[in-house]
């Protein structure tokens, strides 16, 4: 897929070292791996994270400092090539769980005060590299031409190349190399590029530029890792670009057993998603014209087709109408008709509408709980029921009112409920 | 139905001339309803079995079966009417079919043992029009209800449908329209009752103004729990709303309109889309509007199940694909609502109010009702208004009067009074927006303002009915309860003192209320109205305030002796077998879930209070009421 331009660029790379790894399983937050990368002598090494490591500096900025502590000493300054450049991420980043989870703790000797800096950028470049293995990435030495270095985590390929026709400029750079290293236009969102630009060269501030594709817009963006000059370090090393890949799914990890995030992010959510029909929802999409303005409506028809609305499928609906991930799930979880759980065959709607509530709706749906062991809002474990209050079904008149699947049945009591259920289950 | 060519306006007449001339053949016309209530006792296999008797005993020529709207009379459900007489079917199953075929239709009797007895009166009906509910009634926006197919576009031509819209063209003076909508007094019937004649006024000025080209919008949400008029008026009549929004958008100059449906109505839904797609092919809907050359053309948005959604700046954000959240108001809609654009919205009963008031004057629609609205709208409540009468009532159904009607005329008249020997306690109108009115106001006579200053709203039209069953204190934690669940979150004073309400509510129906409680939920009541983003949070305190303003003793009684006098309030109640009436017949052990009944046959049973859960089957199953609450 890559145009002219790319393979051209592409094709005058020089490869000075290549090394493949093995997937890293991740274990609570850690895939116990840091990668050492030294670009002057082409060279690179994989280094176990230890336990005390873990205890004492827990990830982040801690590693960061922890791995710079075993590079440094006295007599080193900024523009030494024994000064590591260092990123990494916590045991939470990548996890959606948290605010700021996503973000890179970068630390060097900076250019600026000659002392240790650390600073912070978004993006995706911490969770990428976790994904693709590792908890931390340093960079030393120095290279003596113009080099891409390059972490594939979809191949399980590291490598240094000469690059000597790439733009310097991030902008033009990212985009260069986000479509070199992507195998088609989805691809390229597992694709993040690190560079500093030509204003790196001159002064003594420079920052580092971390990409992110935005889908929705076509192009790479930006975000800076931007205190302390970090980015006049990355070009004294002559290094262009750092690019680093995600394998096309992120193994699966918990952070932490917890009964609150069990019932947040149960087992169904997963079951669900793997479920999906993928072509279906696109199905549903490309019936709505990909319009956004009927985003609601096509989430209904996933969730009248999946019983629920799936990772896969929000993944899918964004993708295809441009709304963000985001926005669906606001959607999905503000509106009552949806559901990120799957929902039970049949569903039983108790009406508590307020005629049905003054004729006694409250004790029908006590009723329906008990008979079928689960409380208001909750799925049998076999699947095969759910149970709603609802307000209101529009037949007023017969209240009160319950609606089992698709039939209405007006004027209930009580007593008639445990023989209602016994024919719903013999059929 | 005709074919697809395009009508133009001087074809209607012929039209309607054509299907009358049809039915005119017929001996008689069986009315089956097909509303959703009646739908639930199925009465789509009635009709359906009911033609294809007919069609094999040989008279399909004399006789036609019509599948209509909801005829309003849902308690009785399912009604055929055969018409012209007006003899009057209720209770209908299939198995009556055959009598009625061969006693009523080929012997000419009808079948007495269908026919509605009053159970005031023990008087049998023969015709629906001497039946007491139908009686005050006074139909213009249910004015085709019960008698034409919704499905079936010829039905509402036959009935002079789409003639108010080619005078309207033909005159082709959207500002005389305008004017017309303003004489008439039309205020908006979902809710707020904002003269609809001004809102359009607005709507065009704002669209000159600006250059833009408005939209019009259909608030069918519905989300008012206990009300379902405008269900009833789609599912029974959906051309009325699509001939008022052709009007309204003629007048505004707009192009495009939208309705906004509830997914939770697959009826009306199904019925809009096809009525959309006849009135396409008839070119009532197009780019060239019955031959005027005035373009137009609707299309639907499915709510998902929210009540705030209702609300107009909510709906707008729902209907372009987000939450609906509403905002504030200082930006109003008719300058930048949908899209930006400058939008009207009105509600169902609104839009299908709109023909009639075009093809029978101003002056005849301000007659009917309360006040001189000839200068100003908001000197009065002009026309007639739908309401969904239900709860404890005898007729429970649809019914729309005339403004300025009493509440006692409405429940006791037309609703028969409350069942089973019980006595009236209150009446809730306006949904949750809205509040009690107690026996004291039964006088009242019902319009916009009567019911404002009564502490309640007209809301969009349910009037439910309370017998002395009913605990009030309850009521109001109900409707609190809804609107906690309901309140989208994003203004603090109805997000967190709705909640704060709740638990104190909660707290004194479970007994454990404390001196102080009321006064603070005065307090409370009063900051959530008066600061609240929508109206939603504005109006939530109507349920309480109404309740603590009528019904406060049972506030003190529930804080004070933990007594609730209704036998509602779990906590506050025991079930108690009486030994007189309870002749030990058994029928209640069983059913009871936790074993709480002990008893021999003939013998007294008695209730373990230590096990009983209070789930008040026992009381259900026994047939000598001799199960008491106390
Ligand atoms: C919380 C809330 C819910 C509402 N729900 C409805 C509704 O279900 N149907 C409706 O027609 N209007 C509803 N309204 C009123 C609308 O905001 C709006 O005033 C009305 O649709 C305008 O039409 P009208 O002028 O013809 O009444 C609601 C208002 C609020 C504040
Ligand atoms: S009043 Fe309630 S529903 Fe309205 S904006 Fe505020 S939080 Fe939302
Ligand atoms: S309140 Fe239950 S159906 Fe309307
Ligand atoms: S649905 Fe048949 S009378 Fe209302």
Redesign the pocket.
Known sequence: MASEHVARIRDAHENLARYTFEPAPLQRGYSNRVIRIDVGKNSMEILPVTQQMKDLWIGGKGFDLWLMLQEIDSGTRWDSPENPICFSSGPLGGTTSFPGAGKTLVTAISPLTDSIMDCNVGGYLGPYLKFAGFDALEIVGKASDEVVVVIDGSTGEMSIDRAPLESIDSHLLAEELTEMYAVNEHDKRNVTVVSAGRAADHVRMGVLNVSFYDWRRGIPRFKQAGRGGVGTVFRDKKIKALVVKAPESPPPWKVAENKVASHFASDKLDLAAERTDREAVRAIVRKWNCDPEYAIEMMQDVQDLERCISMAAVDEVSLRTGVSKARLYHIATFYKAFSLEPRGETIIQVCVGTTCHVKGAARLLETFERELDISEGGTTPDGRFSLDAVACLGCCSLAPVVKLGDEVIGNVQSKQIARMMKKQRSN | MASACKVKAGDLGKIADRVNASFGRYKAMLMVCTGTACVSARSFSIRDRLALKIAEKGIADDYLVVGTGCNGFCAVGPIIVVQPEGVFYQRVTDKDLDEILEQHLVGGKPVERLLYEDPATGKVHTRMDEIEFFGKQQLIALRNKGIIDPENIDHYIARGGYAALGKVLEAGDPEAVIREVIDSGI????????P?GI?WQSGRRAAGERGEVPYVVC??????PGAYM?RSIIETDPHTVLEGMLIGAFALGAREGFIYIRKEYPLALVRLEKAIEQARSYGFLGPDVLGSGFAFDVSIHRGAGA??C???TA?MASMSGRVGEPRAKYVHNVEYGYRDRPTV????E?WATIPVIMDRGASWFASIGTGDVAGDPWAGSSGTKAFSLVGNIANTGLVEVPMGITLREIIFDIGGGIPNGRSFKAVQTGGP?GGCIPASKLDLEIDFDSLSEAGSMMG?GGLIVMDDQTCMVDVARYFIDFLVDESCGKCTPCREGLFALKRILERICRGEGEEGDVQFLEELCGTIGATSL???GA?AVNPVMSTLRYFREEYEEHIRDHRCRAGVCKELITYRIVADPCTGCLACLKPCPTQAITGEKKKVHVIDEEKCIKCGICREVCTFDAVEVV
């Open positions: 205020r908006g019937r979902g809710g707020g009752g904002f609809a809102k608030n069918a949400d519905e989300g008012d405008d009540f705030v209702g609300e107009s709906l919205l009105n509600n169902v609104t927006s969009s929508c109206q939603l109006t």
